[in-house]
């Protein structure tokens, strides 16, 4: 029985990663901080997002024609359960502590879902 189980385990096909799409604002005046937090993230911040198998997370910055920055998040979730990863992140130390020095530099959309901070955003398109 148990070569079966392992002979399953190891020839079933990974999970291919859920995506995550969302956008907030940051505020103007808060804009080469919030830069400079991000060109060093700290490595145990970025730990803890590897350990919740968060994948490809990238974030991109636009300033808008309403002259307003909002930032744009892209990740890859390799397990299919981000609500859960999310308050695993929100339990840890070391990210509570980043969210003290990132939240008060973004502004999060009047028109977000109860409960979200960043917006979510509809996938459209993907090409692999």
């Keep these: 029985m148990l070569s079966v189980l392992f002979l399953m385990a190891t020839t079933s096909k990974p999970r291919p990663p859920q995506r995550f799409g969302s956008v907030l604002g940051l505020k103007g005046e808060k804009l080469d901080e919030y830069k400079m937090l991000h060109a060093a993230v700290w490595p145990t911040v970025a730990g803890a997002i590897r350990s919740v198998n968060t994948r490809n997370y990238s974030g991109c910055l636009r300033q808008m024609p309403d002259g307003n920055h909002y930032l744009f998040s892209y990740l890859e979730d390799t397990r299919s359960d ?11 130390p070391e990210v509570k502590k980043w969210w003290s020095l990132t939240d008060p530099r973004q502004q999060p959309l009047a028109d977000r879902k109860e409960g979200e901070w960043w917006a979510s955003m509809q996938e459209v398109f993907h090409q692999e």
């Design 82 to 92: 981000l609500a859960g990863h999310r308050r695993k992140l929100a339990a840890n």
